[in-house]
Every structure is written in C-alpha cells, then in structure tokens.
C-alpha cells in the first residue's frame, strides 16, 4: 500500500481510443464501459475530448458521445475536455448543452478549449470561414456563449435550451493564455499536463495570480490533467504506455495511425531523437505500479497545488484501461467516494 494516500478529487479523461483492427464503434462501447466502471469507483467526473482527423481518438462529437454515457450512467458527472469553441458558432454549443443539462441536470460539465483540437485543414473544413480561427476572437466568442446561458445582455437570440440551464463552465488551456482568462473571469481551470508539462508551473501561476470572486467561484480551483498508466508492477506498466507514446509520436511527425498493439510498439525502430522525444512526453506523468503511481502523482500535487486531478489513460486493451483506474482508486486514491 502507499503510505501516503492522494486525497484530492480524481476524475476521468478518456479520449475513446481506436486499437489496431478495431471499429470506432467498438472504442465507443469502450469509453461507456469505463464510465460506468470508473463511477462504480467514485471518480468524481468523465470528461471527452474533441478531436478530429484523428485515426486514434473517436471522441469527435462531445456532446452525441455525452448523451449517451449519461443514459448509461447516473451520478458520476460528465463533461468535455473539452469543446473547442473556434470550430463551432457558440449558439450551437450553448443549446447541445443546454440540452444535455435540461435532460441531466447538476451533472453536466462545459470544458471549452481554445485551440481547435486539429490541423488547420480540417478546422476549416469544420467552421467553413476563417472566421473565428485566431486565438484573438475566442474572448468574444466565449462571452457570447456565457450569455447565452446567463441572459445577462438580452437579445434577439435564445438558446432554447439553454438560458438558465447551464452546465459548470470550465476553460482548458495548454498554456498562459487560457489560465489568464479563467482567472479573470473567475472559472474553474483545467491545465493539460498530460501533453504541455513545462508550462504547467507558469500557467497556474497565472491563474491564481489573475484570479477574481465570480458568481461561479470565490476562490481557484485547478484541476491538472496527468497521462496515468498503473498495473501491478512499473514493467508492466511501461509495456503498456509503449502503443500511446508510439502514437503521439506518429501525430506529432504527420503521421496519425490507429492505437498500436504493446508488441508493436516495443518493436518499432525508435531512432535516438524519437526515444529523447517519448522520455520527455512521459517526464512529470504517472506510469508503474500503485506505490511509484503513487509517488509520482503526490510530487505533482506537491508542485502544483492542484485541487482535483483528471487522469487520462491511452492503452491498447480495454481491460488494461479498466484495470488501471481500478488500481488507482483501490491503492492510490483515498479521496473517492465508492458506490461498490
């Protein structure tokens, strides 16, 4: 057992990953297999993240993907991790939640991100103008989607559902910018640690430091999203986050491919600069056994003062997938709330 317990909320963040040989649909049936088990559990919320182009991730569609997890589950709640605003007109997004919080009230999360989760390309292809596709226009875009929920500055537009159903309202960010806006405007703020690791620090620094009392938080609250690998041994572990290293790396070179299996991706000729590349990716993340998972997210939370954490695992087979969150919430996690 680890000595010292995490007792922060955890949470989830799955990206309904695609395996070699396998449909999107069977990764779909999967991601809703890990929200029922990992609210059996008590993590606290299941986030899905947008993506698109990606032969790797079918959580394309937050909000579909939302509604049917939540028929299929009752307590844990759920949210996107998050929608990428710049690729859909706010009224849009506004009534899609709005839905999903009239037909599930109190238990629906809005993470709204800032980069379009894409390449260029296909953001195009997604928003049909390049309208809306600088950094510069997402403060006004937000805005515009707040007020559709809140009615504050009334017009010829209502979200229909939407106004006074709102969903919790986070902003995601992967650096300074977001975390900024979050504090300014007095959000909850979700830092992507799992992909941007050396700006975690700064970023919520500026948070806290930019932060003001809003009707929605007196005080920051940061939750920091961390890859997390756990099986019964470190080895074993590391044999599992071999397929999620080997394919950011593909996305990363321009090359998007299908989860690869454990075999596949020891195999691969990695050359020096691709080996420095996955050492850097993993370092600040949590992979081995319960005792060094354990460790390894208390130094995390140690240096950042995060009040939650959301732990997100990419490994071939679901019921490694399973296991891992299982492991965490039976010997790393003292913070959850079991319902089995």
């Not at 070699?20 to 919320?45: K, S």
């Not at 991790?81 to 009224?91: D, K």
């Not at 292809?125 to 950094?135: C, D, I, K, N, V």
């Not at 756990?230 to 090359?255: I, V």
Request: aromatic share 8%.
């Amino acid at each position: 057992m680890v000595p010292d317990v995490i007792d922060v909320p955890m949470s989830v963040l799955d990206l309904a990953p695609v395996a070699r040989g396998a449909t999107a649909g069977e990764a779909l049936r999967h991601t809703t297999e890990l929200a029922r088990r990992t609210e059996e559990l008590g993590y606290r919320r299941f986030w899905v993240a947008e993506h698109h182009n990606m032969p790797a991730i079918a959580s394309s569609a937050p909000a579909v993907l939302l509604a049917h997890l939540a028929a299929h589950t009752s307590t844990i709640r759920l949210g996107s991790g998050g929608v990428m605003l710049p690729n859909h007109a706010p009224l849009v997004v506004a009534e899609q939640f709005g839905t999903l919080e009239a037909l599930h009230p109190g238990r629906i999360d809005l993470g709204i991100g800032r980069a379009p989760g894409t390449d260029q390309v296909t953001a195009l292809a997604l928003r049909r103008t390049m309208e809306g596709l600088s950094a510069e226009g997402f403060p006004r875009e937000l805005a515009d989607l707040m007020n559709y929920f809140s009615g504050d500055e009334p017009g010829p537009i209502t979200a229909t559902p939407g106004l006074g159903q709102s969903p919790t309202v986070w902003l995601l960010g992967s650096s300074g910018f977001s975390a900024q806006l979050a504090g300014l405007l007095g959000l909850p703020f979700s830092f992507a640690h799992h992909f941007s690791a050396q700006h975690t620090l700064p970023a919520l620094q500026l948070y806290r430091q930019h932060f003001r009392p809003s009707r929605w938080l007196q005080r920051p609250y940061a939750m920091v999203a961390v890859n997390v690998v756990c099986a019964e041994t470190d080895e074993r572990a590391q044999w599992l986050a071999g397929p999620s290293s080997l394919s950011f790396l593909k996305l990363r070179s321009g090359r998007p491919e299908p989860l690869a299996t454990p075999e596949e991706a020891a195999a691969y000729p990695y050359t020096e600069f691709e080996r420095e590349f996955v050492r850097q990716r993993r370092e600040g993340q949590a992979m081995g056994s319960p005792e060094t998972v354990g460790r390894q997210l208390g130094e995390l939370l140690a240096r950042t003062g995060a009040d939650e954490l959301m732990l997100t695992t990419m490994v071939y087979d679901v019921a490694d997938r399973v296991r891992s969150f299982e492991l965490v919430a039976e010997k790393v996690a003292g913070g959850l709330t079991r319902n089995a």
